[in-house]
């Protein structure tokens, strides 16, 4: 099958893409990731749809896993039993191998996890459908299950199927009716949540967190076993990291006044509610995250209250390292739907009011999605520099690169103040897309003649970064030079793939390998020749380079790796690969070039949020 995982049996779940109901003719929810906003116009029923997933009865749910995925299963099993070697079923008497065929077409879409699509599979194969045994169905399954373990390539799949029940899991609603200021002794938010939305389910089943008991499970984590303390260390210590620029955080409540202070350093302590509204609104969102002991689904609704745009791109960077956890959120924020575009693991389900109801289905329309939540020019909030970059992959890349300088510093203090600054409000990358960089003039001119748009009107604190190859073309190198000066940074190679280290780089072109077509009788083997030395030019793209070293069948005229230019084919493809390997293994590092760069740019943000 298409996926494989190296499965160490932690629930990751972004593996998981649809969302089923026992007896359903159609998916409850399909394309999901590990998180999935809900988006829509005003009065849509967002909040309806994630309140009703909430109260609903897990234990007729099922996860379809994009590992084993039921109708990609269906598509392969169709396949087995249409070819020679179709021998496994050959033995049971009682089926029919046409009847089953049939089976598998006309249900190919409709919605089961992995026992029931089995049992499924041997009704609709019977010679004699009302005529069933145990013993017979139980051989089925065993033979149906070794089938399926050879297409998908997964041993462990028991293990799997197990693992992924929604049974499994718990469940927490954080609704709009939060904060961490302490109005009463009782949970009037939660109270009031309860009454009006889940007042028919059982209460014990049915956490809803509004900070408000963030006082009383703070000290219940303070006081007890030594796991729950050292959840409450890791919190701190991500706090510190991410919010307090690395100075030592201690969070305490205060036993005579009930409410949670923070210590910062050598400050004195303070009540929580003295912190900013954006970090408060972090805390709040985050440490039931840290704290939980078990898969979860959080079920957040408009989480970008209070929070700049940089502070909701790290609050998704949180929720992302979370592997283990789920969020379903609603949401008016096109930042959130910005960052849709860079990553694979947000979905989006758009809400619609059709005849009175609401609609819910997965959405890859950006356009539509931003008329709906009414975003204007004026919606975009400026950070306090600008990276200019050339295209998606390159501030992909960048970003990547970036933390790895941090991880890369010696300077412990320094790590910790480079990890303070946040994309979207210290800093944002803006893709100028290549050749339309001649539409606008960097100049620090008020006045110009019209036919250029000035782009220190954006944002003043610009720092330029340019492909080699530009130098090909006119004088852009020098207009762009007397336009920055020291604000302008021409790579040394064609473009920002060449810098891509050798190893990644291989790897990704062998991994992008194995999703190509028409590869009969073609190879890589010549990919272990490959010097590194290849991919560092100034005018020789690396698809050129991958290209000529792929041995091809006879007559075959296509290109796996290359365009035209002889840059990459499917660039953001190969980005998206390249950067999971690179977040997959720590044995990566950074080449002296690269250091350099991500120096520049680190130095370039810092001088501009002194």
Not at 195 to 206: R, V
Request: charged share 30%.
């Amino acid at each position: 099958m298409k996926f494989k995982v190296d499965l160490d049996m932690e629930v990751r779940a972004n593996l998981i893409s649809n969302i089923g109901k026992i007896a359903e003719e159609s998916w409850l929810l399909e394309g999901v990731r590990q998180m999935t906003f809900f988006i829509g116009p005003n009065n849509s029923g967002k909040s309806r749809e994630l309140r009703s997933l909430f109260k609903d009865n897990y234990s007729n749910w099922f996860f379809d896993l994009e590992i084993l995925s039921i109708s990609e299963l269906s598509k392969q099993i169709l396949q087995y039993l249409g070819s020679s070697n179709s021998t496994d079923f050959d033995r049971f008497g009682f089926m029919n191998k046409g009847r089953l065929s049939n089976f598998l077409k006309e249900n190919i879409r409709k919605p089961n996890d992995i026992s029931g699509f089995i049992a499924d599979c041997y009704k609709g194969s019977l010679y004699m459908p009302s005529r069933t045994s145990g013993s017979e169905e139980n051989a089925f399954y065993i033979a149906m299950l070794g089938l399926i373990r050879n297409i998908s390539n997964e041993e462990q799949i028991d293990d799997l199927i197990s693992l992924y029940k929604p049974l499994n899991w718990s469940k927490i609603y954080i609704p709009t009716l939060r904060g961490l200021r302490h109005v009463a002794e009782l949970d009037i938010f939660e109270q009031r949540t309860k009454l009006d939305y889940f007042s028919n389910i059982n209460q014990n089943e049915c956490e809803v967190f509004t900070g408000h008991n963030l006082y009383k499970d703070l000290t219940e984590h303070l006081l007890g076993s030594f796991e729950k303390r050292q959840k409450v260390r890791e919190y701190e210590s991500y706090l510190s990291e991410n919010f307090f620029f690395g100075r030592d955080i201690s969070l305490v409540p205060m036993l005579d006044k009930h409410v949670v202070y923070v210590k910062e350093g050598e400050d004195e302590d303070r009540p929580i509610y003295d912190l900013g509204d954006g970090i408060q609104s972090i805390i709040l969102l985050t440490y039931k995250v840290f704290m939980a002991e078990k898969p979860t689904m959080f079920f957040i609704e408009e989480p970008e209250h209070f929070l700049h745009a940089g502070l909701q791109r790290t609050l998704i960077e949180t929720f992302a390292k979370h592997k283990e956890h789920m969020f379903f959120m609603t949401t008016h924020s096109n930042h959130f739907l910005d960052l849709v575009q860079e990553r694979d693991d947000i979905s989006i389900q758009q809400v619609s009011r059709v005849n009175g109801e609401s609609r819910v289905r997965a959405s890859l329309d950006y356009g539509e999605l931003l008329n709906e939540l009414g975003v204007r020019a004026s919606s975009v909030l400026l950070a306090n520099c600008s990276i200019w970059v050339e295209g998606v992959t390159d501030k992909l890349y960048l970003r990547a690169y970036l933390n790895k300088y941090i991880e890369e510093l010696e300077d412990e203090d320094k790590k910790s103040k480079l990890k303070s600054y946040h994309e979207n409000l210290h800093f944002v990358f803006t893709e100028y897309q290549g050749s339309n960089i001649t539409h606008w003039d960097f100049s620090d001119d008020v006045e110009n003649d019209g036919s250029e748009t000035p782009a220190k009107r954006l944002n003043r604190n610009i720092l330029l970064i340019a492909d080699a190859d530009i130098e090909g073309k006119g004088e852009r190198v020098e207009s762009l030079r007397e336009a920055l000066g020291e604000a302008f940074y021409l790579l040394e190679y064609k473009e920002i793939e060449n810098f891509i280290p050798f190893d990644i780089l291989v790897d990704t072109a062998k991994a992008r390998w194995e999703t190509f077509k028409q590869r009969a009788d073609c190879n890589i083997n010549k990919f272990s020749n490959i010097k590194e030395s290849s991919f560092r030019k100034r005018n020789v793209g690396i698809g050129k380079v991958l290209e000529r070293n792929v041995v091809k069948a006879e007559g075959l005229e296509r290109n796996f790796y290359s365009d035209k230019s002889g840059t990459i084919k499917d660039k953001v493809k190969f980005c998206h690969t390249a950067i999971s390997l690179m977040n997959e293994s720590d044995d990566w590092k950074l080449t002296p070039e690269l250091t350099l760069l991500c120096k520049r740019v680190w130095d370039f943000i810092e001088s501009h949020n002194q």
